[in-house]
């Protein structure tokens, strides 16, 4: 069955870096584009980052362009997401979630989220 | 970006009644390859969202039939027929159809 495993969360100050990942299993990986979706604490969903199953293209909410950067290893099953220059509005449980093959941007699977918390 | 507008914010429901819940894009969600690309997704207390209906009405795997979406334009609907219990949570609706993708503010399904 499909099991997505975020982990790499934590608590960091603000200006800090993280890296998260997101370990897939299940599937074929190299198959499907994955994404990254945040929810801070009591709020929505909010999309951060999209790429493809080939890794060649990359989409970012413009919250988090310039500071993130998704990337993948499809050798290793493994979505990433390098986040920099963290603010304290990043805190928030960060998930991977996987495309539904043939429905663009639907998001058939989900992790159980890693949580991210920016303090000084 | 599209905003997308959920009403209401908060329903409480009888058990065993039905429920709606409405939702409405800024502007068309129509893909460049035909397709409206609205999704919903549902979450209970403390689980990550899981996938009911994608493409505004085809029920992802596992989802029960009590759960239908329907909608055109910028108008759609998730419709509950039978509230059960293990319905209470938040409901989104959410459009794939450019980025950024984006959420509806969520819907509080709750039992009076």
């Known amino acids: 069955q499909v099991q997505l495993v975020e982990s790499g969360g934590g608590v960091v100050q603000p200006g800090g870096s993280l890296r998260l990942s997101c370990a897939a299993s299940g599937f074929t990986f190299s198959t499907y584009g994955m994404n990254w979706v945040r929810q801070a604490p009591g709020k929505g969903l909010e999309w951060v980052a999209f790429?493809?199953?080939?890794?060649?293209?990359?989409y970012y909410a413009d919250s988090v362009k310039g500071r993130f950067t998704i990337s993948r290893d499809n050798s290793k099953n493994t979505l990433y997401l390098q986040m920099n220059s963290l603010r304290p509005e990043d805190t928030a449980i960060y998930y991977c979630?996987?495309?539904?093959?043939?429905?663009?941007?639907?998001?058939?699977?989900w992790g159980q989220g890693t949580l991210v918390t920016v303090s000084s | 970006d599209i905003v997308m507008t959920q009403t209401p914010l908060s329903s409480p429901v009888t058990l065993g009644q039905p429920a709606s819940i409405s939702c409405r894009s800024s502007q068309s969600l129509v893909h460049s390859d035909g397709n409206i690309y609205l999704n919903w997704l549902q979450q209970r207390p403390g689980q990550p969202p899981r996938l009911l209906i994608y493409k505004i009405s085809n029920r992802f795997s596992g989802v029960p039939d009590r759960f239908s979406g329907s909608g055109a334009g910028t108008d759609f609907t998730l419709k509950i027929s039978r509230v059960e219990a293990e319905d209470v949570g938040v409901y989104y609706c959410t459009q794939a159809t450019q980025f950024p993708y984006t959420f509806g503010q969520g819907t509080k399904l709750d039992i009076k």
């Open positions: 790429i493809r199953n080939d890794g060649n293209n990359k």
């Open positions: 979630a996987k495309h539904l093959m043939g429905s663009w941007g639907t998001f058939d699977y």
